[in-house]
């Protein structure tokens, strides 16, 4: 089992605790965290675009001229793909983006994308982060203790006093172990975890995605 050293809000070392081997220490693959990243953007697209075929455009009931003998091209209706306000051929239609990707493939590009932070000396554990007055100068003191630049923070749960201090601080993501998602470990370069976070995570990725 990998150890790390846990510090308190002012990056003072406190301790040392135990992460489980079984995820944090996963060799990592990146055509599967590939996957299940284009999965999670791909199932926020919202695909309601569309053009108007000739099943949608209104008027063109009638037709415009005689068939023969006005000079003109042989027309059947004011709205042809081919006119000016009229439908078009082979538009885009609202539809659906996302694909399914299993769910123990999805456990397991979690477990790679915390490994990745682990190996890349890119994760901290804090024992506790408290923010009693909420507010943002007060949370900016912490971040900066701590060397955050572009971090998520995973805490147990997120009080409203910590969420309204860190929301207007660009570059902090605050989320639980619950709501992790591999594209937010990966699109930020620091993974801070709350110590009583640590077993939900454990709980919820140990002995899966096998």
């Not at 004011?78 to 493939?105: C, E, H, L, M």
Request: with cysteine; aromatic share 6%; net charge positive.
């Amino acid at each position: 089992m990998p150890t790390i050293k846990v510090y308190d809000q002012e990056k003072k070392e406190v301790g040392t605790v135990e992460l489980s081997a079984d995820v944090f220490g996963v060799d990592v693959r990146p055509e599967i965290l590939n996957l299940v990243v284009r999965a999670q953007q791909a199932a926020k697209r919202a695909g309601t675009h569309m053009a108007k075929t000739r099943a949608f455009v209104s008027g063109g009931g009638v037709k415009p001229w005689k068939q023969k003998g006005s000079g003109r091209a042989r027309a059947g209706s004011r709205r042809s793909p081919i006119w000016r306000g009229g439908a078009v051929i082979f538009g885009p239609q609202p539809r659906d983006y996302g694909f399914k990707v299993n769910a123990k493939v999805r456990a397991l590009a979690m477990r790679m994308a915390l490994s990745s932070r682990l190996a890349g000396e890119n994760l901290l554990v804090v024992n506790a982060i408290s923010v009693p007055d909420g507010k943002t100068k007060s949370f900016a003191k912490i971040a900066k203790d701590l060397g955050l630049d572009k971090a998520l923070l995973v805490c147990q749960s997120v009080s409203d006093t910590l969420d309204r201090s860190a929301r207007n601080l660009p570059g902090i993501t605050i989320t639980t172990p619950s709501n992790l998602s591999v594209y937010e470990i990966l699109n930020n370069k620091q993974l801070v975890l709350v110590q009583d976070a640590i077993s939900d995570v454990h709980a919820r990725f140990e002995n899966k995605g096998e």
